[in-house]
């Protein structure tokens, strides 16, 4: 009966079929129904077409989530539109998101304003949350962080553990005069205590680094792995680096985390995990295992340099020669643009040496090109002389990474120099890092912070990455995350899916968190995810 109600064109009988086809846990016409997305999807625009706007709601969360149909975009800012119009509160504040991140849209923040204000005014807590995010600058643009605290404590009458988060990180990073340590940790903890996985994470990494609070490992420790066994991935890795460099350094413990968030398909990880492979910290040192993971890691698009690979397979450095091999990792960077993209990186800039004169030198094998340390080193100086800034590059990170040679900052410091000299950003990229730790060079945060600006200006990717893994996580600068959001918005236009992934991955959270149940899982703009960028570049 239901089927045929829904085939004869009653609307009310299609959007029931479509619930039971996407839930499987019916029965129509005396048969049980089982769960089949694409007739659920199939039978909601049938309904959708007619008006129905519980139908429309769920065809706007199902294709900008890409959960139960393949996501798009476009389609969903128009079944959002069309529930938004007929005052659906869940539909309002997804078609607010979509504007304020220009997901299938033009970004417009006025129209995002509106559109979370319809759904606010109807009491929706996401329409509240929108509001909070787009003034405390997690859009981009102007902040009014009076507002934000406005919108952001309405959520929290609602018993939102999102935007107790949102809110504790406000008062923790925000405007000076509006910082309140004492209020921002309380709401962390019982955010945390009610189960948000980010609570757990924030509180973690706080004890971790000592900030806002004394540096207590143990209480590190125990905020990071419950925020590890609630699903939040980037735990694993800061686990990894809890052991590595906290109090009590235990390098096996550090690699188990490692390979957990590894495991988990976390690319800092994996990059990671192929580094401590290569050295032998904490695991068995092993060629094959830190080429498969680093190689991992480069699907995933991480800024890792491909043409490090290549380096290691066409000389031998750590891994067993294999030219071939050596030849595709050649071809992926020359296809990236180099090392640091097309754009002021290793390749195509001044004094840089693109990926193809990689690949042109390969044949040369073993008489072109030394596998020996020490006669590799004298081969890099010798082109370095010649005006290679790529050459400049790998003698900074042969000191910097002390596998060969006895580690030495200054030296580093000074070929990174040179390389910035010669017009190659990736110099001017890896030098900031040295600035921000102090390494081989005065500590100066400011000399780090013009360097990484002037790189990603000229296009280098990896900088503009940095740039809002720092304004995010506020350890070297102040929070501020309408500039982190800036440069992560920036990187992704420039070309790097890295960052897009992660503006695509906040869409499908902010989607969840339209619905009636907030996504306890969800971490928003602006929320620090993986540990420093600087402990993985040095």
């Given at each position: 009966m239901l089927r045929e109600l829904a085939e004869q064109?009653?609307?009310?009988?299609?959007?029931?079929?479509?619930?039971?086809?996407?839930?499987?846990?019916?029965?129509?016409?005396?048969?049980?129904?089982?769960?089949?997305?694409?007739?659920?999807?199939?039978?909601?625009?049938?309904?959708?077409?007619?008006?129905?706007?519980?139908?429309?709601?769920?065809?706007?969360?199902?294709?900008?989530?890409?959960?139960?149909?393949?996501?798009?975009?476009?389609?969903?800012?128009?079944?959002?539109?069309?529930?938004?119009?007929g005052g659906e509160p869940f539909a309002q504040a997804r078609l607010g998101h979509q504007y304020a991140s220009g997901l299938g849209l033009k970004r417009d923040t006025l129209t995002a304003e509106h559109w979370f204000h319809?759904?606010?005014?109807?009491?929706?807590?996401?329409?509240?949350?929108?509001?909070?995010?787009?003034?405390?600058?997690?859009?981009?643009?102007?902040?009014?962080?009076?507002?934000?605290?406005?919108?952001?404590?309405?959520?929290?009458?609602?018993?939102?553990?999102?935007?107790?988060?949102?809110?504790?990180?406000?008062?923790?990073?925000?405007?000076?005069?509006?910082?309140?340590?004492?209020?921002?940790?309380?709401?962390?903890?019982?955010?945390?205590?009610?189960?948000?996985?980010?609570?757990?994470?924030?509180?973690?990494?706080?004890?971790?680094?000592?900030r806002h609070v004394a540096r207590h490992a143990v209480n590190a420790e125990t905020w990071l792995r419950r925020a590890a066994a609630s699903g939040y991935l980037a735990a694993w890795l800061s686990l990894a680096q809890l052991f590595r460099s906290g109090p009590t350094p235990d390098p096996k413990a550090a690699a188990v985390m490692c390979q957990q968030a590894a495991a988990l398909g976390d690319g800092e990880a994996q990059y990671l995990l192929g580094r401590l492979y290569l050295a032998g910290a904490g695991v068995e040192r092993n060629s094959k295992l830190a080429a498969r993971w680093l190689s991992r890691a480069a699907d995933r698009l991480v800024t890792v340099p491909f043409e490090r690979l290549g380096d290691r397979y066409a000389m031998g450095l750590g891994l067993s020669r294999e030219l071939q091999a050596a030849a595709d990792w050649f071809h992926r960077a020359a296809a990236q643009g180099g090392a640091a993209g097309a754009k002021g990186g290793a390749a195509g800039a001044k004094g840089g040496t693109p990926p193809l004169y990689h690949l042109g030198s390969l044949p040369l094998g073993g008489p072109g090109t030394p596998s020996d340390p020490k006669a590799l080193r004298a081969w890099y100086r010798r082109v370095a002389k010649q005006g290679s800034g790529a050459a400049c590059i790998e003698l900074g990170i042969i000191y910097v990474g002390g596998e060969t040679v006895r580690r030495n900052y200054v030296a580093a410091a000074r070929w990174y120099a040179q390389a910035a000299a010669l017009?190659?950003?990736?110099?001017?990229?890896?030098?900031?890092?040295?600035?921000?730790?102090?390494?081989?060079?005065?500590?100066?945060?400011?000399?780090?912070?013009?360097?990484?600006?002037?790189?990603?200006?000229?296009?280098?990717?990896?900088?503009?990455?940095?740039?809002?893994?720092?304004?995010?996580?506020?350890?070297?600068?102040?929070?501020?995350?309408?500039?982190?959001?800036?440069?992560?918005?920036?990187?992704?236009?420039?070309?790097?899916?890295?960052?897009?992934?992660?503006?695509?991955?906040?869409?499908?959270?902010?989607?969840?968190?339209?619905?009636?149940?907030?996504?306890?899982?969800?971490?928003?703009?602006?929320?620090?995810?993986?540990?420093?960028?600087?402990?993985?570049?040095?």
């Open positions: 064109g009653n609307a009310a009988a299609q959007l029931r079929l479509a619930q039971l086809y996407e839930r499987g846990d019916g029965v129509a016409a005396g048969a049980v129904v089982a769960q089949d997305l694409s007739q659920a999807e199939h039978w909601y625009r049938c309904a959708g077409q007619q008006g129905s706007l519980a139908a429309q709601t769920r065809l706007g969360e199902m294709y900008l989530t890409g959960v139960g149909a393949a996501q798009d975009l476009e389609q969903a800012a128009d079944w959002n539109h069309r529930a938004a119009r319809a759904a606010a005014d109807q009491g929706h807590v996401a329409g509240n949350f929108g509001l909070g995010m787009l003034y405390a600058g997690g859009y981009g643009g102007r902040t009014d962080p009076a507002r934000a605290l406005h919108w952001l404590e309405r959520c929290l009458a609602q018993n939102d553990s999102t935007a107790e988060l949102c809110l504790g990180l406000l008062l923790l990073y925000g405007e000076p005069q509006m910082r309140d340590v004492g209020r921002a940790l309380a709401l962390l903890e019982h955010a945390a205590a009610a189960g948000q996985p980010a609570a757990m994470f924030q509180l973690g990494e706080l004890y971790r680094r000592g017009g190659v950003e990736e110099g001017r990229y890896l030098l900031a890092f040295l600035h921000l730790r102090g390494l081989g060079v005065a500590q100066d945060t400011g000399r780090a912070l013009s360097l990484l600006q002037r790189a990603a200006g000229n296009g280098h990717l990896s900088a503009a990455w940095a740039l809002y893994r720092l304004y995010t996580d506020g350890q070297y600068l102040a929070a501020d995350p309408a500039r982190a959001n800036q440069w992560l918005r920036h990187a992704a236009e420039a070309g790097s899916s890295a960052a897009a992934h992660l503006l695509a991955g906040e869409a499908q959270r902010a989607g969840a968190q339209a619905n009636a149940v907030p996504a306890t899982g969800a971490q928003p703009t602006g929320v620090p995810a993986s540990p420093e960028t600087a402990e993985l570049v040095l």
